[in-house]
């Protein structure tokens, strides 16, 4: 079984071990750029959301190298379009003449995903079992050390004194960790990511500006679509933290497992709450509260991603506002479409980070101000 | 929601004409009538409110929903209170059927756009208690019993359902007696209902000679044998125009469909997608979709209908 499935982030490498282990073949399509991005506005209904056109770009490379099996993350009861994807997805491909089974995760019978990996797996529950639970294992460990990586770069990166050492290093180690496949080496390698990194010349005086991302998933993870706005900012001498990665991603949706320890689900929601009741489809409660534990936690500003027409994030724009206003943290929104230039989202970050740096040091020099006194 | 003292009975509640208003047609006036309230409505929507909507809302939300905000803007002074309804979920058998995230959010949305507003929040989610149950809490909040909150609802419950029932199935214009085809239109309530949204596309039909069918007053049973003809969507309202999409794809004696969707609807580009590919398939009744936005000229619409509807006489005439 070739299978091929979406690009999101890193979430391949992850999501690719747990599958080889389970005995498939990964053929995914190219990273998100220019021309699938073009196939899949191309194919696409018009006024449906950004994330759509990508991941049907994503899924036609994915056929036209050979899958014959498309897995969707996500599906069924949701409020937002995210649950229909795969749905109209595997119709439009369909249409175009391609043949190929589907999986959707979260959607589909459990019985007949079981019966479809005991089938890979040569009918034997055994083995089956044995290869689900090393797969799982090492997927999941390699989507920590990415994770890891990933999270050690952002910080370090603002703060490096030879530019591009630290995405440098961060490829050398993606790389690394898609390669092995051993449990073991793959704990070994933990301690030295974190050696790695630390050992990165820094600028010790330099206090970077601290900017949280929120948003919708998508947007916030996958660098094609928002132009890597955390190496952009980070080589410019700002530290940007996602709310959400592609690890916390995965296993949220598809285990729930919270993989955030600085604010857990339940406590998010409560924070929420006040401002935004329910959650209306997306990550719109989840965004809102990061938006006030940033404020909370000293965040210099905070960045609302999300794509054009998006359903949850429209209707939350105006309590995003509120919440920026109440709490004294500065927001800005930018939303995403096919027709976005880098350029221009260039200028409005340049001059959002202008003005944090503005706001930062005038208060600064009224903090000096007021101790001399 | 309510800052902890009763609603007293000489305080005016506020009910904004649009949105989900157009779904429960009467109920939510009878209901706060029931329980002694005095009730205003906002009245149809013209171009004051919907510019004044227009102005606060973010400029991505649908037309919809910038007309609401302006509906409730023009309740701000006019009213104590303003209700707004957070429909979540509607349905839980047999699949959970939800609210768009528009009207899942509603009240908290309209609390961060106009905070002079005294909102009278109404929670529908039947995941978690029945409808009855959020009215009767509703009445309890507002300090009135829980009979009298209880027998309050069911009447206007009841009124509710009487005035379904007699709504005519099919809608004929009295000048228009002879005229010769019948056009099903789809689309939103709050829409196909409001003549100001939609620039009164019902009208211009009728005055080009056709008749019109609307969706919401298609008979209950027919749409409910619809419904299992089809693949579920987890939008409540969205299932109501696929089944229905479905009922004038196979009804006899329909000439053509107009499908009304707002720009920035974000559940009606997966509509669209799954009544054209769905439901439809090999159908060849001529279908129209129009797209509408605040923008939209008068002018441009009525183009697009006399074509539609010059194209279904020909194809009329050349079917024998």
């Not at chain 2, 009445?139 to 029932?165: I, N, T, Y």
Request: hydrophobic share 40%.
């Amino acid at each position: 079984m070739k299978i091929g499935f979406q690009h999101m982030g890193n979430l391949n490498i992850a999501l690719g071990a747990l599958l080889e282990n389970l005995g498939c073949e990964i053929t995914q399509g190219p990273r998100p750029n220019k021309k699938s991005l073009d196939i899949g506005v191309r194919h696409a209904p018009e006024l449906v959301c950004l994330p759509f056109k990508v991941t049907l770009g994503d899924m036609f490379g994915a056929l036209e190298r050979g899958a014959d099996t498309l897995l969707f993350i996500g599906g069924g009861d949701w409020s937002c379009r995210y649950g229909y994807y795969g749905r109209i997805q595997c119709s439009i491909l369909r249409r175009l003449g391609f043949r190929f089974s589907s999986i959707f995760i979260g959607q589909h019978d459990k019985k007949s995903v079981i019966s479809e990996i005991l089938h890979l797996n040569s009918n034997s529950w055994t083995t089956a079992l044995g290869n689900w639970t090393r797969g799982f294992a090492i997927g999941w460990h390699k989507s920590k050390l990415v994770d890891l990586a990933e999270s050690l770069a952002r910080m370090i990166r603002p703060r490096e004194v030879r530019k591009g050492e630290c995405s440098r290093l961060l490829s050398k180690y993606l790389r690394k960790i898609e390669n092995e496949y051993r449990v073991l080496r793959l704990r070994r390698m933990r301690r030295q990511i974190r050696e790695d990194f630390s050992s990165i010349e820094q600028k010790d005086s330099f206090m970077p500006l601290r900017i949280e991302v929120v948003g919708e998933s998508y947007c916030v993870i996958e660098p094609f679509v928002n132009f890597d706005i955390i190496e952009y900012l980070g080589n410019r001498g700002v530290h940007v933290e996602p709310f959400l990665t592609a690890h916390r991603w995965l296993f949220y949706h598809a285990l729930r497992i919270n993989e955030d320890h600085s604010l857990s689900r339940r406590v998010a929601k409560e924070m929420a709450r006040p401002f935004w009741t329910y959650n209306a489809g997306g990550e719109d409660q989840l965004s809102i509260a990061y938006t006030i534990h940033a404020a909370k936690q000293g965040f210099d500003g905070v960045i609302h991603l999300m794509p054009f027409s998006c359903m949850p994030e429209t209707a939350a724009l105006p309590v995003f506002e509120k919440v920026s206003k109440m709490y004294e943290i500065p927001l800005l929104n930018l939303s995403l479409d096919e027709h976005t230039s880098p350029t221009g989202i260039g200028t409005r970050i340049e001059a959002f980070v202008d003005l944090l740096k503005y706001r930062r040091d005038s208060r600064n020099i009224r903090v000096k101000e007021s101790h001399e006194n | 929601m309510l800052s902890g003292d009763h609603i007293m009975n000489d305080y005016i509640i506020g009910i904004p004409q649009a949105l989900s208003y157009h779904y429960y047609r009467g109920l939510w006036p009878t209901y706060f009538e029931n329980l002694g309230y005095h009730v205003v409505t906002s009245g149809r929507t013209d171009r004051n409110k919907l510019d004044a909507g227009i102005k606060m809302t973010p400029s991505e939300a649908c037309l919809p929903l910038k007309c609401y905000l302006g509906h409730v803007l023009s309740l701000v002074g006019r009213a104590d209170y303003i209700f707004i309804p957070r429909l979540v979920c509607l349905k839980t058998h047999p699949g959970i059927r939800l609210g768009c995230p528009k009207l899942i959010g509603l009240p908290d949305m309209v609390k961060a756009l106009v905070p002079e507003a005294k909102i009278l929040a109404l929670n529908i989610d039947l995941r978690e208690e029945d409808e009855e149950t959020s009215y009767v809490k509703l009445g309890q909040e507002m300090g009135k019993s829980e009979h009298a909150a209880q027998h309050a609802f069911r009447s206007a419950l009841a009124d509710f359902a009487k005035r379904k029932k007699n709504t005519p199935t099919e809608m004929r214009p009295k000048d228009n007696r002879n005229a010769k085809f019948k056009i099903g239109l789809l689309g939103h309530a709050y829409l196909i209902n409001d003549d100001y949204l939609n620039l009164d596309l019902k009208k211009k039909i009728h005055d080009s000679g056709a008749h019109t069918i609307n969706c919401h007053d298609l008979r209950e049973e027919v749409i409910k044998t619809a419904r299992e003809n089809i693949n579920p969507l987890s939008w409540y309202f969205e299932e109501h125009i696929i089944s229905a999409a479905h009922v004038f794809h196979n009804a006899e004696g329909i000439s053509g469909i107009i499908y009304l969707l707002s720009f920035g609807c974000g559940a009606g580009s997966i509509t669209h997608e799954v009544i054209d590919y769905e439901v439809r398939r090999e159908n060849t009744i001529p279908f129209l979709k129009i797209v509408l936005d605040e923008h939209t000229g008068e002018t441009g619409l009525m183009t697009r209908i006399e074509s539609f509807l010059d194209m279904i006489k020909l194809k009329e005439e050349q079917t024998p």
